[in-house]
């Protein structure tokens, strides 16, 4: 019988990168919205703006990714309320809000080469005049989805807990070449 070696694994499963550049964010409430025809706000969440835009704060925000859809995120524990206060607000509209807070995991990649480590893998410009503050979008990193949203000096890096061993090692890997 043929003897294939087996590599050991280089990264664990979601490390926190050297010198703080790439590290797992806590856990968190994630809501998929899609909703036709509206700009305004809902649910406590600011879901106006052009395509692509992300509005809140780090821990709680809005990334709209397509002309129907938001991807809401915000603190572990809040979920309940906030759908509560989204079908609240939203009622008389077609609409469709799923949790997704298990599907997902953050990634926070900062630091002053956080850009050119998720450029290794993302073919987008991530510059500061390309992806401003405020920013988010949908693409792939290596061979994964991912959502990247900017809404400080760093980037937080959303994709699905399966893929999350392979984004987290792939963004580690290139993180410590400039540790």
């Known amino acids: 019988m043929l003897d294939t070696p087996k590599a050991a694994r280089r990264t664990p499963v979601l490390p926190v990168g050297k010198g703080g550049i790439v590290s797992p964010l806590p856990p968190a409430d994630r809501f998929v919205l899609r909703l036709k025809g509206f700009s305004g706000t809902a649910g406590g969440f600011d879901l106006s703006g052009a395509l692509n835009t992300a509005h809140g704060m780090a821990e709680r925000f809005a990334a709209r990714l397509g002309p129907d859809e938001w991807l809401l995120v915000l603190p572990e524990g809040e979920g309940a309320a906030a759908q509560a206060?989204?079908?609240?607000?939203?009622?008389?509209?077609?609409?469709?809000?799923?949790?997704?807070?298990?599907?997902?995991?953050?990634?926070?990649?900062?630091?002053?080469?956080?850009?050119?480590?998720?450029?290794?893998?993302?073919?987008?410009?991530?510059?500061?005049?390309?992806?401003?503050?405020?920013?988010?979008?949908?693409?792939?990193?290596?061979?994964?989805?991912?959502?990247?949203?900017?809404?400080?000096?760093?980037?937080?890096?959303?994709?699905?807990?399966?893929?999350?061993?392979?984004?987290?090692?792939?963004?580690?890997?290139?993180?410590?070449?400039?540790?």
């Open 85 to 179: 206060a989204l079908e609240a607000d939203l009622v008389g509209r077609f609409f469709s809000l799923v949790a997704v807070g298990h599907r997902n995991v953050g990634i926070a990649v900062t630091g002053p080469h956080a850009a050119d480590v998720l450029n290794a893998g993302i073919a987008l410009d991530l510059s500061d005049a390309a992806f401003p503050q405020g920013s988010a979008t949908r693409t792939l990193l290596g061979k994964a989805d991912v959502v990247v949203v900017r809404l400080g000096s760093g980037f937080r890096v959303e994709c699905w807990r399966s893929f999350a061993p392979y984004v987290s090692g792939f963004l580690t890997e290139v993180a410590q070449e400039f540790a």
